[in-house]
């Protein structure tokens, strides 16, 4: 497979995970309590759009077009966004879970751009490789203001007392099984790293 048609398959999927996110941005917003935080999501919101705006110029660029691929990594992480939404969590240590979804939502774009501006820059195409630039820049600014909003909502997080703990849901107790099943899983290939450590 050419160079190239990566390069269109992970611009596919950044442009499927850019247009989930204007799907679940304003509900992280709603969801939050915190001013910053909602003024964050919101202000993302907007530049999610423009980077969906950026990317079509991208496909025009390539002559090829956007849609095809659906980005199954996105899904899950705003998969886990609906879960931090959903946890009975209160004050800041629900704002932490939104944080965590928020974070990670952010990373794994910052990964897509970087994989993209990689190859564009081997293939020889500059005006492509700016206009992910534009997009990379504002996904490490929005990772950057989440963090720094982030900070004090962590401390008193930080503060607040332990609640009881509640029955767990059935979502939670299977997402405990397959947590204990990814540990039994690895468990045979970390057994030598463990010895060395």
Known sequence: ???????????????????????ALPKLAKGSKNPKLKAIFTAHLAETKGQVERLKKVFA???????GQHCSGMEG?????KDALEKDEEGSSFEAGLIGAALRTEHYEVAGYEACISMATALELPKIVKLLNSNLKEELAAAKK????GAPIM???AREPEALKEPKSSKEKYSAKKSREDEAKAAPDLASVSAKI
């Open 146 to 149: 989440i963090t720094a909003a």
């Open 61 to 67: 660029e390539l002559g090829e077009k956007p849609t």
């Open 1 to 23: 497979m050419a160079l190239k048609t990566v390069l269109i398959d992970e611009l596919r999927d950044m442009y499927s995970a850019e247009n989930q996110l204007i799907k």
């Open 77 to 81: 992480v705003i998969e886990e966004g």
């Open 155 to 157: 401390k008193m997080s």
